[in-house]
């Protein structure tokens, strides 16, 4: 299944956490430790009635924090991938239900894979394009197939497992946030 058609069907839970993953590895350029959004992997996997905690208090609260953690200057004089990333944060809905969540998954994951494709070392000129998200990898410079394959991973894990599949999608996240947080330190030394 392409990695669309799975965020077509994803549920509420498939979506907040496919949306989270891709913010979670991004995190780097948002200069955030590894533990930023750990608040929310957490009311995820406490999750049991589909809203995100009491009545979605929970998910507010967390994002609010979590935006404060992460709050960074004015976008003016970023560059592209860390303005994306912080709408990723920013278009975050405040409720973890309705069609703003699986309008917030889609819109993190084409972010990310822009993302990826302006961080990747062996870009091309294609990389005002979008990525494909319905097909394969073939021909994706490496750091955009990897990660076209990670979104796929997570939604494919919770699409199987359900809340059990929440740890291991974690952990394909974090296996992802350290890719890139390689990525951006290898470019902040290129540019000193």
Do not use: F, Y
Not at 57 to 62: K, L, Q, T, V
Not at 106 to 121: G, K, N, T, Y
Not at 125 to 140: F, K, Y
């Amino acid at each position: 299944m392409s990695l669309v058609e799975l965020i077509a069907r994803a549920d509420a839970r498939g979506l907040a956490a496919s949306a989270l993953a891709c913010l979670d590895r991004c995190v780097p350029l948002l200069d955030g430790d590894d533990e930023a959004l750990r608040p929310l992997w957490a009311i995820l996997a406490d999750d049991t009635d589909g809203t995100c905690g009491a009545a979605g208090r929970d998910w507010a609260e967390g994002l609010a924090q979590v935006r404060d953690k992460l709050a960074g200057p004015d976008a003016g004089g970023e560059d592209e991938a860390v303005v994306l990333a912080r709408r990723m944060l920013g278009a975050a809905p405040a409720a973890c239900t309705g069609p703003a969540l699986r309008t917030w998954a889609d819109a993190c994951s084409v972010a990310s894979l822009r993302i990826h494709r302006l961080l990747d070392p062996v870009g091309d000129a294609a990389r005002e394009a979008d990525v494909p998200r319905d097909g394969g990898t073939e021909g994706l410079p490496p750091l955009v197939a990897a990660e076209l394959r990670r979104q796929t991973g997570v939604l494919e894990l919770l699409a199987d497992r359900g809340a059990a599949g929440l740890r291991p999608a974690l952990e394909v996240s974090t296996e992802g946030r350290r890719v890139l947080r390689a990525v951006v330190s290898r470019r902040a030394r290129g540019r000193a």
